[in-house]
């Protein structure tokens, strides 16, 4: 499970504000369908917002830490039924090293010619 500074914790709060929830979690629990929808969710937003739909506090408690714990990602706040979790996007190891290909520049804009 990743650990998180408390100011980095913070600005992670603050863009999960808006967020809306991308997985909702039924009163059965997790599964393989769940963890694995979980797990595209963090894969493609790094910050994502799951609802829980079961009653019980500490079996919510629970189930947050298992679920940061079987992703290996960061708990970021639980408020009521809502989790926010952070896990930070993987590097792409080809296209980061590729010595191929370049950046393209920008093209220039019919104002830079005028000057």
């Not at 639980?78 to 996007?89: E, Q």
Request: hydrophobic share 35%.
């Amino acid at each position: 499970m990743l650990t998180l500074t408390i100011a980095h914790q913070r600005e992670l709060k603050a863009r999960a504000h808006t967020l809306n929830p991308v997985v909702m979690i039924g009163k059965t629990g997790l599964s393989a369908s769940v963890i694995e929808e979980l797990n595209r969710g963090l894969l493609s937003h790094e910050l994502i917002k799951v609802k829980a739909q079961i009653d019980d506090r500490i079996a919510r408690n629970a189930l947050f830490e298992e679920i940061c714990q079987q992703l290996d990602a960061a708990p970021v706040q639980h408020i009521g039924k809502i989790f926010i979790i952070y896990r930070p996007k993987p590097e792409d190891k080809e296209s980061a090293h590729a010595p191929g290909k370049k950046k393209r520049e920008p093209s220039r804009t019919k104002r830079s010619f005028q000057n």
